[in-house]
């Protein structure tokens, strides 16, 4: 059993950075791809980011390539989320994700994978 707390979330103004920490429980965490994913109101949960589990690796969507780092700490069983130059289409509830996969092009939480509770960013001026 892995459970996940997200802290770091907040408003920022447009152009300013924040950087989003994911908590692990469990001495699985250093097996598992990790991912951050994010939902905007009225939108459908989306993938944002993914990080092998040793860390080498990272994925990202497109709309956050280059202003968005995704990194992991497995001493501490954490994963960061490191978000510059934002946007007011960034402004969603970001979860965290424990046992990420892609699929194509897309990716998902494995069936047996685990979700944090969510952390509210909000962009605005």
């Known amino acids: 059993q892995v459970q996940l707390v997200e802290s770091g979330g907040g408003s920022v103004q447009p152009g300013g950075p924040l950087r989003l920490s994911c908590a692990a429980s469990g001495r699985t965490f250093i097996s598992y791809a990790m991912g951050w994913f994010r939902q905007a109101p009225g939108k459908e949960r989306e993938f944002v980011a993914a990080v092998s589990h040793n860390g080498v690796n990272t994925y990202y969507t497109d709309s956050v390539k280059g202003r968005f780092t995704i990194s992991r700490e497995n001493a501490k069983n954490t994963v960061y989320l490191q978000m510059n130059t934002l946007k007011p289409e960034d402004t969603a509830v970001y979860y965290c994700?424990?046992?990420?996969?892609?699929?194509?092009?897309?990716?998902?939480?494995?069936?047996?994978?685990?979700w944090g509770q969510g952390t509210q960013v909000t962009v605005s001026s």
């Open positions: 994700a424990a046992d990420v996969a892609p699929s194509g092009s897309r990716w998902y939480v494995r069936k047996d994978g685990y």
